[in-house]
């Protein structure tokens, strides 16, 4: 670092700073708009200019709104469905990852190329023929049908199975030289040391099924099966002038993940930079 | 791990099944879960989607082979057209946005900076918070005549409300108003995986570039930028791929309570929803679902392609 330019440096920097604030104000707004307005009456929620900290705030929305949609049973069924979907995905996709990464067995490539060919098709290119299929079964309007549809990924095979490639063999041949069983090698072994990779599993299946929005749109009809997002969707719908109310479910329906994500925050960026740059 | 040593080898060899395939039964044992459950509902389908594009079904009636002729409907049909074409735009206004954007606010965090790590959480966290929330906040901000955005507009240059855009409920702005509302949403994800690249990119060269005299922008495009090319791709082809299967973010957007969109707003992912379950012609639906999936696979094999030529 030459010390020449050093008020250009400064100068930099200074910009630096005011193009990152008023981006972190573009992305913060909304949120804030939404927490202040959850404490409004209708009317005073478009009063301009506008009143970050409302004179006399409406808690009752919050209390309000339990009873004018079954938000309780919407986070219920979400949460029901995320945990599921989750802990089906992360136990079938490791199980299968360790044949994929350290056993032999016949059609083996074949498999495998045949999993991550279809990593690249659509979901939205067979979504119709996949629901006439769960419909024939009976599983229209049923939690079931959401279940299996998210809980059998090939991304979270290929996932696991890129972190099982850097578990050496060796260390899976020590094991089974000291008479542990692959079921053993598996349970004992490759599930402790690939920690970082589940819990990247974890936290993005439980997003995505908890921010899951035309699945359970094509699924999910009768109101005390909706999820918080399209239960959400229809308060929103129905009564577009609750302006208030609106904003505290918005709210309501935000925490979840913002706590997850918060706690998590770290193994979520290191998730999205490895599996984004190796694809 | 001590009782499991107490197991007899010998024991094992001594089953009737050759030691070949003992491995290969157990090794199927544990591909078994997965693969059932991912066959039948998503393997089945996905051959299930290729017939019925070819055939004329309702779902009631007995399939009846049509050829081609839901392709040659897909030639003449304006409304797919519409479709196809307000996925292109958007597509088009998304990707390159997205990108300036992702990776400026990289390079920015990638320096020592005061609350860096406050203004990574920032940025990233409109990418998972619940869209159907973020969405009514967007569109009660900028609603017409009452939202702030409009108010402020009008404050700051008195130009008359009603002349002011009605972004999402005006035909003209809607497209600018959904691009503009992703890039909010998505920016932070692909900044991030930006940050990671830029993590990859070898301090030395910068020194070197320095030592030559060369002035930041000059580093900028001829140290970061090829540095990233490999990123770069990645993310482009991801944000194509992505923007192709966008659905919800328009729904949430400019649809009411019949989740109905007009002309300025259908994209090929509501065609295929609403013809297959509003209209019940799934033959029909699935044609449009090809197009989707051709689309998809074309990008995705350019990305093969470019995998190989950066050696990843």
């Not at chain 1, 044949?99 to 979504?127: C, D, E, R, V």
């Not at chain 2, 259908?266 to 051709?294: E, P």
């Amino acid at each position: 670092m030459v010390g020449t330019n050093k008020g250009v440096k400064i100068g930099v920097k200074v910009l630096a700073y005011l193009i990152l604030f008023v981006v972190v104000l573009c992305m913060l707004v909304p949120y804030l708009w939404m927490l202040s307005s959850s404490l409004k009456l209708n009317k005073d929620v478009f009063t301009f200019p506008m009143q970050w900290i409302p004179e006399s705030p409406r808690w009752s929305n919050y209390k309000e709104i339990w009873t004018r949609i079954p938000l309780g049973t919407f986070i219920y069924n979400t949460a029901k469905l995320s945990v599921i979907v989750t802990a089906l995905q992360i136990l079938t996709s490791s199980f299968a990852a360790y044949a994929f990464s350290k056993l032999n067995f016949t059609g083996k490539h074949a498999l495998f190329l045949g999993y991550i060919a279809t990593i690249a098709i659509p979901w939205q290119a067979y979504m119709v023929p996949q629901f006439i299929m769960m419909r024939s079964m009976g599983l229209n309007n049923t939690h079931l049908a959401i279940i299996l549809l998210q809980a059998f990924s090939a991304f979270g095979v290929f996932l696991m199975r890129q972190f099982y490639q850097s578990i050496p063999d060796e260390l899976c041949e020590a094991a089974r030289i000291d008479g542990l069983s692959e079921y053993g090698i598996w349970a004992r072994i490759m599930v402790p040391l690939s920690k970082p990779a589940l819990s990247t599993l974890t936290i993005f299946t439980f997003v995505s099924t908890w921010n899951d929005f035309l699945g359970p749109m094509i699924y999910l009809t009768k109101t005390e099966l909706k999820t918080i997002q399209i239960g959400l969707r229809m308060f929103i719908s129905q009564y577009s002038a609750e302006y208030g109310l609106i904003m505290a479910a918005s709210v309501i329906s935000i925490i979840p993940v913002l706590i997850v994500f918060l706690v998590l925050q770290k193994n979520f960026v290191q998730g999205v930079a490895s599996t984004g740059i190796k694809g | 791990m001590r009782n499991e040593t107490t197991i007899n080898p010998k024991t094992i060899r001594k089953s009737r099944l050759s030691k070949k395939t003992r491995e290969h039964l157990i090794a199927y044992s544990f591909i078994a879960p997965n693969f059932i459950g991912f066959a039948l509902f998503t393997l089945v389908p996905m051959v299930f989607a290729f017939i019925l594009a070819f055939v004329k079904w309702d779902g009631a009636n007995p399939m009846e082979y049509t050829g081609v002729s839901h392709f040659i409907r897909l030639w003449k049909d304006p409304t797919f057209h519409k479709a196809l074409w307000n996925t292109i735009v958007y597509t088009v206004g998304v990707v390159p946005l997205t990108m300036v954007c992702a990776l400026g606010l990289a390079i920015l965090l990638n320096q020592k900076l005061f609350a860096r790590d406050f203004m990574r959480t920032v940025f990233f966290f409109p990418y998972v918070a619940s869209l159907v929330a973020v969405a009514a906040v967007w569109n009660f901000i900028f609603s017409p005549t009452m939202g702030p955005v409009n108010n402020l507009l009008h404050a700051l240059t008195g130009v008359p409300i009603e002349d002011l855009p009605r972004w999402a409920a005006d035909k003209d702005w809607a497209m600018f108003t959904v691009v503009l509302f992703t890039v909010w949403k998505n920016m932070g994800y692909y900044m991030v995986i930006y940050l990671a690249g830029l993590q990859g990119v070898n301090p030395e060269l910068y020194e070197a570039a320095e030592l030559d005299g060369a002035n930041a922008w000059q580093r900028f495009r001829n140290v970061t930028i090829p540095q990233l090319a490999p990123t770069s791709f990645f993310v482009l082809m991801i944000l194509i791929i992505n923007s192709f299967k966008v659905y919800d973010i328009f729904i949430n957007l400019f649809a009411g309570a019949d989740n109905q969109l007009n002309d300025a707003t259908r994209v090929l992912v509501y065609q295929i929803y609403n013809t297959a379950f509003r209209s019940l012609d799934y033959g029909y639906a699935s044609a449009i679902a090809i197009v989707l999936f051709l689309l998809v696979l074309g990008i995705t094999l350019i990305q093969f392609q470019g995998e190989k030529k950066y050696g990843q």
